[in-house]
């Protein structure tokens, strides 16, 4: 596809369910964000990876998350025994360029909106 | 305090009028970001710069290093201008840091 393409787009789970969210990058895009947007805040950082390697997970906000990349290029994003504040939108991004390169601006996709009961 | 402040929060305007959204950040930056959210989530990236000025059509962007301040300004605003605009640094050009956003309505 032409773009990063997420899915589901629209995710109501009731709380103590596991949820996966899945991440379709641009083509050939080395670097993988995950980003949690609550409602009316800017994006946070939840984690990274360079082709299949999570180089930074720094940003999950607890050990119910988990994410992974295993071939490089698909990623899924899993919360296990969801709580309501897991509610918001959960974006990600992938960039060409390898850190430390000159280019990397991020291509976000449309985002997954998560709803917790 | 955040690393990444923007003002204003929400800025409502009419048709035409000059438009600036500020954003100032308090740590060391590889560049920094203008994004465009509209509702439903989307994000386009508008701009990256690390110095100076980048114009593209009615948008145009100025960072200041020293001050650690960047501008979003845009002229002859227009209705479909409206959306979340977002403020964000990038470090070791790795993760990007963001703002809270500014809400900007362009009324016709």
């Known amino acids: 596809g032409a773009g990063v393409s997420q899915s589901p787009r629209y995710k109501v789970a009731k709380r103590g369910q596991d949820v996966a969210l899945r991440c379709d990058p641009i083509s050939g895009h080395v670097s993988l964000f995950w980003y949690q947007q609550a409602l009316g805040q800017g994006p946070e950082f939840l984690t990274y990876?360079?082709?299949?390697?999570?180089?930074?997970k720094s940003g999950l906000p607890s050990d119910r998350f988990f994410a992974e990349r295993p071939e490089g290029s698909v990623s899924t994003l899993k919360i296990q025994r969801t709580q309501q504040e897991d509610s918001a939108v959960y974006l990600c991004a992938s960039t060409l360029g390898h850190p430390g390169s000159s280019y990397n601006e991020q291509f976000f996709g449309p985002g997954t909106r998560l709803t917790v009961l | 305090k955040n690393e990444v402040e923007q003002s204003p929060q929400n800025l409502t305007a009419q048709e035409g009028e000059f438009i600036t959204i500020n954003c100032s950040y308090s740590v060391g930056i590889s560049a920094l970001h203008w994004l465009q959210q509209h509702p439903g989530g989307g994000i386009v990236s508008l701009f990256m710069?690390?110095?100076g000025k980048k114009k593209h059509g009615r948008l145009i962007a100025t960072i200041n290093i020293q001050e650690k301040h960047s501008s979003l300004h845009i002229t002859a605003s227009h209705p479909r201008d409206s959306a979340v605009y977002i403020c964000a640094v990038s470090q070791g050009a790795q993760k990007l840091v963001f703002g809270q956003g500014t809400r900007l309505t362009i009324n016709p």
């Open positions: 710069l690390s110095s």
């Open positions: 990876f360079q082709n299949e390697a999570q180089l930074d």
